[in-house]
């Protein structure tokens, strides 16, 4: 039996043009697998009204929650109408929309009317996770106008998660148990589920959500489960790309990577996919396809094993956004790991990951990475966190906190690129660097930099891996 996880960005799906793709994608792969399982993103952009809806929410902006329900309303109503769909179908879905928005707005309520100061992570989960619950029926209505029995499933029916709302960890054996008692019955009635990517549930039924970009974690999660053959992630580009392609033009997509490149590039930055999707796959095998719907045919970026006999190689630059500690003197960093690690937790609900800490007889420096999947916004929340925590902290040391930008070079046993450093050097050597780790994994070499800084250095830093790539090509495998 072979089976295939597709999962669709919000990018993929966000216009008619764009579903008359998923359609006849899934159309295709429908003939060639056995069973099918889709993952579903909210539209492009719907996440992030959601949580601005929840922040107006708590500012008591009743007008501008329903504005961003109404505006919400709107488009999802014209792009059902756009759709070639019956009228049973369109009606369906037309109810199905607003039954959804009347939920999120009840949410919306009752944080307006409350009189606590800060926004509840649990109220924000339960806001942000109707962008999945839309998109996920509108692609099941179009597949069932289709001949094929699409059904809409809400992820808090089969990924059963911590209670760390926004940045949520699945109980691995609970959402096991699950999906063999919802999805794989459904699969052996040649049911095509069409999951809602990045939410699931506790085992109380509260709503959560896995970080941004949690719904390739919950595709991954889905295959592993149910052994899937292959995952297919969905989006507007071709691929992995050597560079963030909306910022670097002449980014061009990296054809093959190891799990170990694609967990790195994740980790420090690379926004195709989510940091934390990779290591369930890695263990299974379970091989990656990264294509663009756009161009079906493309063969994408494929991710599977490396073995140790392809060619030291640069494939990407990525960047992160990061705070570091500095101390204008050396001394002991565990006590202040503990305490960062606990504003970490509070803050993003996810520990302080070092990136690169280094000593000298009179300072210090560590460099926390603020992981892709906790969003942009946070990072002055952060920063002021831990300055108001390093203010109580009982130390001798005066620590400065400041962000940074993390840029990091990925590839094969980078480490043994030793020649391309020097030029590497070269061409930015009018900047100044606040550090730099070669990465243990050797597919990684990460420069810590000033944030103003970070454009004009991976502007240069680019072509010499676009050389190196084009220099050390390697063959596919077959
Ligand atoms: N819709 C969510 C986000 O925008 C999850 C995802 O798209 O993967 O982050
Ligand atoms: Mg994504």
């Known amino acids: 039996m ?40 909210a539209l492009d952009g719907v996440t992030d009204m959601l949580l601005e809806a929840a922040y107006l929410a708590q500012m008591s902006n009743q007008r501008g929650y329903r504005r961003i329900a109404a505006t919400l309303r709107t488009r999802h109503i014209a792009l059902v109408e756009a759709l070639p769909l019956g009228q049973q179908e369109r009606v369906g879905l037309l109810a199905d929309i607003d039954r959804l928005l009347f939920e999120m707005l009840d949410v919306c309520q009752s944080v307006a009317s409350s009189s606590t100061d800060t926004l509840s992570p649990q109220a924000t989960d339960a806001i942000a996770s109707c962008g999945e619950r839309l998109s996920s029926r509108v692609i099941a209505g179009l597949l069932r106008q289709n001949n094929l029995l699409g059904v809409a499933i809400d992820g808090m029916d089969v990924i059963i998660t911590d209670d760390v709302h926004g940045n949520a960890t699945p109980n691995l054996p609970l959402t ?46 889905l295959s592993t489960s149910i052994n899937a053959n292959e995952l297919w992630i969905w989006s507007d580009v071709d691929g992995m790309m050597t560079a963030d392609p909306r910022e670097y033009e002449d980014a061009q997509m990296i054809p093959l990577l190891s799990y170990d490149e694609v967990a790195e590039m994740a980790y420090f930055g690379a926004r195709i996919l989510h940091a934390r999707m990779i290591r369930p796959l890695r263990e299974r095998s379970i091989p990656i396809r990264v294509k663009n719907v756009y161009k079906p045919q493309g063969v994408g970026t494929l991710i599977q094993p490396y073995t140790d006999d392809y060619a030291p ?70 920063r002021s966190n831990l300055e108001e925590a390093l203010r109580g902290f009982s130390d001798t040391v005066s620590w400065r906190v400041r962000p940074a930008t993390v840029i990091s070079l990925l590839g094969s046993n980078i480490d043994r690129l030793a020649h391309l450093w020097g030029g590497i050097m070269q061409a930015i050597s009018h900047y100044s660097l606040l550090g730099i780790a070669q990465g243990p994994s050797h597919c990684s070499l990460s420069l810590i930099v000033e944030p103003q800084d970070a454009e004009g250095i991976i502007q240069r830093v680019h072509p010499l891996v676009l050389k190196s790539a084009s220099d050390n090509a390697p063959a596919p495998r077959p």
């Not at 992981?371 to 916004?377: D, K, L, N, Q, V």
């Open 2 to 41: 072979s089976t295939l996880v597709m999962k669709f960005g919000g990018s993929a799906i966000g216009t008619p043009a764009a579903l008359t793709q998923v359609l006849s994608i899934v159309i295709h792969e429908h003939q060639r697998w056995d069973h099918l399982v889709l993952v579903a993103s």
């Open 176 to 221: 096991h148990e699950r999906i063999q008692q919802t999805l794989v019955p459904m699969l052996a009635r040649h049911i095509i589920p069409v999951v809602t990517g990045f939410i699931g549930a506790t085992r109380q039924g509260k709503i959560t959500t896995m970080g941004r970009g949690g719904s390739d974690y919950t595709a991954s999660i």
């Open 313 to 382: 190689q640069m494939k990407a630059v990525t960047s992160v956004q990061a705070v570091t500690l500095s101390a204008a003197r050396a001394g002991s960093i565990t006590q202040v790991l503990g305490l960062v690690d606990q504003v970490f937790q509070a803050t993003i609900g996810s520990p302080a990951e070092v990136t690169l800490s280094s000593q000298s007889s009179s300072s210090t420096l560590l460099c926390f990475i603020i992981p892709p999947s906790i969003g942009t916004e946070i990072v002055d929340t952060l």
